[in-house]
């Protein structure tokens, strides 16, 4: 692999922050004091993916089965989640997301796009929007690696 060059290996350092740094202004304006990130996620994966089971969401989120059964637990106790006998596999459980817990998701995301799409058009010109409009494709194509 061939050496970076320094200003491509700041640019990266830079863009981390900032994404790091929207990620937890996100945070600030949805749920965070109901659920703990964990929870967040998997909640985000059940809503975007499907219903999976234990060990799928585990691996998904590169976490222990003890770690994730604790996380459902929660989710469960606050009623997000159904579990339903897994149709190839009777031994196995599928979880999904209740009509509560669906409806929470779909809340959050709706706020923190409305968030966002305040300070877009508050905060930037109409050429700095633009600019950051032309590139999500390209910040996505590196995301999807």
């Known amino acids: 692999m061939a050496p970076v060059p320094a200003h491509v290996a700041e640019t990266a350092g830079w863009l981390r922050g900032v994404v790091g740094q929207l990620r ?16 967040s996620a998997v909640t985000s994966r059940l809503h975007r993916e499907g219903p999976a089971t234990q060990a799928e969401l585990a691996a998904a989120e ?11 637990a929660v989710l469960d106790e606050l009623g997000y989640l159904t579990r339903t006998p897994d149709p190839a596999d009777g031994r196995r459980t599928v ?3 209740s009509e509560l817990g669906s409806k929470t998701v779909i809340g959050v995301l709706q706020h923190r796009d ?3 799409a305040q300070a877009l058009a508050n905060e930037l010109t109409a050429e700095e929007l633009e600019t950051v ?8 194509r590196i995301a999807q690696l």
């Open 24 to 39: 937890r202004r996100l945070r600030q304006v949805d749920n965070a004091d109901v659920l703990t990130p964990s929870q």
């Open 62 to 72: 590169h976490v222990r089965q003890q770690s994730m059964s604790a996380t459902l």
């Open 114 to 116: 409305e968030w966002l």
């Open 95 to 97: 979880i999904g997301l």
């Open 133 to 140: 409009t032309r590139a999500l494709p390209l910040l996505q």
